[in-house]
């Protein structure tokens, strides 16, 4: 147990649709990353989050979102999907200057 | 040449024997390096980090890091089946942000 929880567990879209992620980080976390892992590939990086601010984003177009509430916890939307949206979303978080990063257990989504 | 690369596998060592996994990186910034393990299904668990050349152990797994070579391994001793997984190598550069970048993993298989 990490800490991390993430909702909903499982997820089914269709093409076009928007979705929201959730995640709460460990207590006193104050950094949130979120990764996208299809099927056969390891997480790619998203977006972070520090203290509220987007604090670096990885190859992903702007239908990629997210925000970082003032509890630390966090979401991720992503509006027009794609079925390559299908994945398992990560959702990370860490105490800013500590090495080490809490998974929490992943949100599987599904886009037909 | 990708960022981190793994043998995708999948890699069959029989069980009670030594499991070698390795790992190159292209980043010379890279300053911390992970180990994850990923049972299928699941999110990645934190198994080993290593900062400094040379080896580290703890329990069962070695990891080992050359920075010259831009090369680092996980051994495993007296395999178990429990050690049947994916092993996903992510090292990490500290600018700006935390963010991990991930090989594609490398698929462990213990045979009883």
């Known amino acids: 147990e990490t800490g991390v929880t993430q909702s909903p567990t499982h997820l089914i879209k269709t093409r076009g649709q928007q979705v929201t992620l959730r995640c709460s980080s460990q207590s006193g976390h104050n950094t949130v990353s979120w990764y996208q892992q299809a099927l056969g590939q390891g997480p790619q990086f998203i977006f972070q989050?520090?203290?509220?601010?987007?604090?670096g984003r990885g190859n992903f177009p702007p239908r990629f979102s997210g925000l970082q509430f003032p509890n630390y916890s966090s979401e991720l939307n992503v509006n027009a999907l794609e079925l390559d949206d299908s994945a398992l979303y990560l959702c990370?978080?860490?105490?800013?200057?500590?090495?080490?990063?809490?998974f929490g257990p992943g949100t599987r989504l599904l886009v037909l | 040449q990708k960022e981190v690369e793994q043998n995708s596998g999948p890699l069959s060592v029989p069980e009670g024997a030594i499991a070698s996994l390795n790992c190159t990186y292209s980043?010379?910034?890279?300053?911390?390096f992970f180990w994850y393990r990923q049972y299928s299904g699941k999110s990645p668990e934190l198994i080993m980090s290593i900062y400094s050349n040379g080896d580290k152990e703890d329990g069962r797994f070695t990891a080992q890091l050359n920075k010259a070579s831009q090369y680092v391994s996980l051994l495993i001793r007296d395999s178990q089946p429990s050690d049947s997984a994916t092993y996903l190598c992510a090292p990490r550069v500290k600018r700006g942000n935390e963010k991990l970048t991930f090989g594609t993993g490398t698929r462990l298989t213990i045979i009883p």
């Open positions: 989050y520090y203290r509220e601010e987007e604090n």
């Open positions: 980043d010379r910034g890279s300053q911390s």
């Open positions: 990370v978080s860490a105490s800013g200057g500590k090495e080490t990063q809490y």
